[in-house]
């Protein structure tokens, strides 16, 4: 008998009305929100301006959702254009699938084209929403457990995860390896957040930080799950990607901490102009005047002139001891 377990929900959709309210869009759509808006405050404090990070992620965030999926699909056809499976189920998305790996690719892509057209450069805008994309993949992950799916092997544990009886799954308690990611995001965000502090990350490196660190954890909490993969070497797929982009990852770091020691002065021109045309005004305000004289110079030179005419005995209201 099972003393403790995480029960998981008795279905993954709501219905209101005719709408269908899905657990799996809620935790992605949420986990956006929360990447654009901490990514907007850190894009704020390295100089850009605010709604930047919006703006881009407008490109970014459809290039990474069909990433996401062609790479689910891609990896695991046999689930969709096998013998007695439907191709159309490839389309829906709300069922699950996205492979993180292809929403990173495709959607850095879209990053790169939004980024583009703002003359921004794209390592210092990875660099500033590395974390919050940390934090959403760690909500995102939830939408696993609406969905009881992507979970491990058989554990009697007390944080085990009771699955349900369905199909191409068998009722049981097995490992949360939902919730083994979620937390390891969460993780990654507060490694990349200090790092950044402590020593000034620049050109990418912070987001390849993100990159490398997910890496290290998804390598362990994937050789622990039991859904249906392919294999190589022994290794399910997702591990030897993982493996792969560590290396590639820290080596980023590396040879960009030689080419491009320290962090940038300037990430958005637009932003920059801005504080150059502010300083100019304030300096304008400040001038002489058309005659060449400040008021407060001319002020005292005539203050200066009263009191001479006065010495002089000129000046009949400015007597000596007169004010």
């Not at 760690?138 to 554990?155: C, K, S, V």
Request: glycine residues 12%; contains cysteine.
């Amino acid at each position: 008998m099972d003393l403790a377990y995480i029960p998981s929900p008795s279905t993954g959709v709501i219905h209101l009305g005719p709408i269908p309210l899905r657990g799996y869009a809620f935790c992605i759509i949420i986990g956006v929100f929360v990447a654009v808006w901490y990514g907007n405050r850190r894009w704020i404090a390295r100089g850009g301006t605010a709604g930047t990070v919006a703006d881009i992620a407008v490109w970014a965030v459809p290039f990474g959702l069909v990433g996401g999926r062609l790479y689910h699909v891609i990896t695991d056809y046999q689930l969709y254009f096998s013998e007695g499976e439907n191709w159309v189920d490839a389309f829906k998305i709300w069922e699950g699938g996205l492979g993180i790996w292809g929403a990173i690719a495709l959607g850095a892509v879209g990053a790169w084209i939004g980024c583009r057209r703002r003359g921004i450069p794209l390592p210092a805008y990875a660099d500033a929403i590395a974390p919050g994309i940390a934090l959403a993949q760690a909500i995102g992950r939830w939408g696993n457990w609406f969905n009881q799916e992507l979970y491990g092997r058989p554990t009697d544990l007390p944080w085990a995860l009771k699955i349900t009886e369905g199909a191409n799954r068998e009722a049981g308690t097995y490992h949360p390896t939902f919730l083994y990611e979620s937390l390891w995001c969460i993780g990654v965000a507060l490694l990349v957040v200090w790092a950044d502090r402590r020593f000034k990350l620049g050109h990418g490196r912070a987001f390849a930080l993100y990159v490398a660190a997910y890496c290290a954890g998804r390598g362990w909490i994937e050789y622990m799950r039991v859904d249906e993969a392919h294999h190589v070497l022994g290794l399910r797929l997702n591990v030897w990607t993982a493996i792969v982009v560590f290396l590639l990852a820290v080596t980023y770091i590396v040879v960009s901490s030689r080419l491009r020691p320290g962090r940038e002065e300037i990430v958005e021109p637009k932003a920059e102009k801005k504080a150059e045309e502010k300083s100019e005004g304030s300096e304008k305000a400040g001038e002489p005047n058309e005659s060449g004289e400040d008021a407060d110079v001319k002020a005292d030179a005539s203050s200066d002139d009263a009191v001479d005419l006065g010495k002089d005995g000129k000046d009949v209201e400015h007597g000596a001891g007169k004010s």
